[in-house]
């Protein structure tokens, strides 16, 4: 059985293999994915040494919310996404790094939309960044993993009659990988999260006794395990199983959901990893930057 490294040295390969995989990437930064009331909505695209043909959509996680300052580093550029997308372009994947409207200036459903409009530019103009239109994988983390698991399990359907053609594209990925996901908001909520929640969805959660309201719409409405069926995408969830910030049982409850569902979907438990992009505190954790490769070869179809 392969053994795994010390979380010391494990760490290490990682930032040497980011390191490397950053001097052989060409960023084309600041792409125009989409508009907001005059807004633009950017994104970097990693762009490989030798591309496989296939693109990732990547989203880092924030909390839901972005600071409120000029000058403020943006989400496409945050250490979460230069980590994993060097790793995702060593690997020969084009990456597009996004930013998205956040809280508390946005309420849900902007940064859903907004990854949803990312997939849809992405697939539009597949042929301009070298890659299949029909194999697009997302990948996020936190609040990030939250949006790609909206992407594996809503319907994503573009509408024909759009003015702008990227918009008659489907926002359905074909695989997602989810580190730290929030699966259920009202959940979340209630417990450690219940700032960052309440103030993306812009209200309180709904108590146990509470009727159809507005607030029980919209957080099972927001919520990923909510929207789960056969057709969803394959989901690798990554998670610490001390993570203070999105308790583990989130990413249990979503595998016990697309396993009902006959969804494929892994769960890799990292023991005594915490919140963040490295599971920090992991004791002898496995080698979770492979798994996601490998989980993207197989469900884009390269195995």
Same mark, same amino acid.
């Given at each position: 059985?392969?053994?795994h490294?010390?979380?010391?040295?494990?760490?290490?390969?990682?930032?040497?293999?980011?390191?490397?995989?950053?001097?052989?990437?060409?960023?084309?930064?600041?792409? +125009?994915?989409?508009?907001?009331?005059?807004?633009?909505?950017?994104?970097?695209?990693?762009?490989?040494?030798?591309?496989?043909?296939?693109g990732?959509?990547?989203?880092?996680?924030?909390?839901?919310?972005?600071?409120?300052?000029?000058?403020?580093?943006?989400?496409?550029?945050?250490?979460?996404?230069?980590?994993? !997308?060097?790793?995702?372009?060593?690997?020969?994947?084009?990456?597009?790094?996004?930013?998205?409207?956040?809280?508390?200036?946005?309420?849900?459903?902007?940064?859903?939309?907004? !990854?949803?409009?990312?997939?849809?530019?992405?697939?539009?103009?597949?042929a301009?960044f070298?890659?299949?239109?029909?194999? +697009?994988?997302?990948?996020?983390?936190?609040?990030?993993?939250?949006?790609?698991?909206?992407?594996?399990?809503?319907?994503?359907?573009?509408?024909?009659?759009?003015?702008?053609?990227?918009?008659?594209?489907?926002?359905?990925?074909?695989?997602?990988?989810?580190?730290?996901?929030?699966?259920?908001?009202?959940?979340?909520?209630?417990?450690?999260?219940?700032? !960052?929640?309440?103030?993306?969805?812009?209200?309180?959660?709904?108590?146990?006794?509470?009727?159809?309201?507005?607030?029980?719409?919209?957080?099972?409405? !927001?919520?990923?395990?909510?929207?789960?069926?056969?057709?969803?995408?394959?989901?690798?969830?990554?998670?610490?199983?001390?993570?203070?910030?999105v308790?583990?049982?989130?990413?249990?409850?979503?595998?016990?959901?697309?396993?009902?569902?006959?969804v494929?979907?892994?769960?890799?438990?990292?023991?005594?990893?915490?919140?963040?992009?490295?599971?920090?505190?992991?004791?002898?954790?496995?080698?979770?930057?492979?798994?996601? +490769?490998?989980?993207?070869?197989?469900?884009?179809?390269r195995?």
């Amino acid at each position: 059985m392969e053994s795994h490294p010390t979380k010391k040295a494990a760490l290490l390969l990682i930032a040497m293999t980011a390191a490397f995989a950053q001097e052989k990437v060409r960023v084309e930064p600041n792409v +125009i994915f989409g508009m907001y009331s005059g807004l633009a909505l950017l994104m970097d695209v990693h762009h490989p040494a030798t591309p496989n043909g296939y693109g990732v959509v990547y989203i880092s996680g924030s909390g839901f919310h972005a600071p409120q300052s000029h000058g403020a580093e943006p989400l496409k550029q945050s250490s979460q996404a230069r980590l994993y !997308a060097g790793r995702l372009a060593a690997a020969g994947y084009t990456v597009f790094s996004i930013c998205h409207r956040a809280a508390p200036r946005f309420r849900y459903p902007a940064a859903v939309e907004d !990854a949803q409009c990312a997939v849809r530019f992405v697939r539009h103009n597949a042929a301009r960044f070298g890659i299949r239109a029909d194999r +697009i994988a997302a990948v996020g983390g936190s609040s990030g993993g939250h949006l790609v698991l909206m992407l594996a399990v809503l319907d994503g359907k573009g509408d024909p009659q759009a003015p702008d053609p990227a918009d008659r594209q489907s926002a359905k990925v074909q695989c997602v990988v989810a580190r730290a996901a929030p699966s259920d908001l009202r959940a979340m909520a209630r417990g450690g999260g219940g700032g !960052a929640v309440a103030s993306f969805l812009g209200m309180l959660p709904p108590g146990d006794k509470d009727g159809e309201t507005v607030e029980q719409r919209t957080y099972r409405e !927001a919520s990923g395990i909510t929207h789960v069926s056969p057709d969803d995408s394959p989901v690798l969830l990554m998670h610490g199983d001390a993570d203070p910030v999105v308790p583990y049982e989130q990413s249990e409850m979503m595998e016990r959901a697309f396993r009902g569902a006959a969804v494929p979907v892994k769960l890799l438990r990292i023991p005594g990893g915490g919140h963040g992009a490295t599971f920090a505190g992991a004791k002898d954790p496995p080698d979770y930057m492979g798994e996601m +490769i490998r989980w993207l070869d197989t469900h884009l179809g390269r195995q």
